[in-house]
Nanobody
Framework: QVQLVESGGGLVQAGGSLRLSCAAS????????VGWFRQAPGKERNLVSI????????SYADSVKGRFTISRDNAVNTVYLQMNSLKPEDTAVYYC????????????WGQGTQVTVSS
């Protein structure tokens, strides 16, 4: 059973940067694929980025390509999301989630961290 805790959210002006962290405990973290999702008020939760178990493969939603970078450090059981050139439309609650490589669904979720970008 993996527990995930996000941190690093906050209020930032447009054009600014934030780095989110997702700290894991209770399992072999390197076994899991990890994704960052976000949900804006009144909207559905959407996938932002995914990173493979070893960190050698990543993917991004078109809306964040070139601005966000996902990375992981399995030695400290943490996944990061570096967010640059933030826009007001990036405002959302950001969640990290983990799944086994053979699973289609993310089994483990954090509680979320709020990111607010002011114009």
């Amino acid at each position: 059973q993996v527990q995930l805790v996000e941190s690093g959210g906050g209020l930032v002006q447009a054009g600014g940067s934030l780095r989110l962290s997702c700290a894991a405990s209770g399992g072999t973290f390197s076994f899991y694929v990890v994704g960052w999702f976000r949900q804006a008020p009144g909207k559905e939760r959407n996938l932002v980025s995914i990173i493979s178990r070893g960190g050698d493969s990543t993917s991004y939603a078109d809306s964040v390509k070139g601005r966000f970078t996902i990375s992981r450090d399995n030695a400290v059981n943490t996944v990061y999301l570096q967010m640059n050139s933030l826009k007001p439309e990036d405002t959302a609650v950001y969640y990290c989630a983990a799944k086994s490589p053979t699973s289609s669904a993310y089994n483990y979720w954090g509680q979320g961290t709020q990111v607010t970008v002011s114009s």
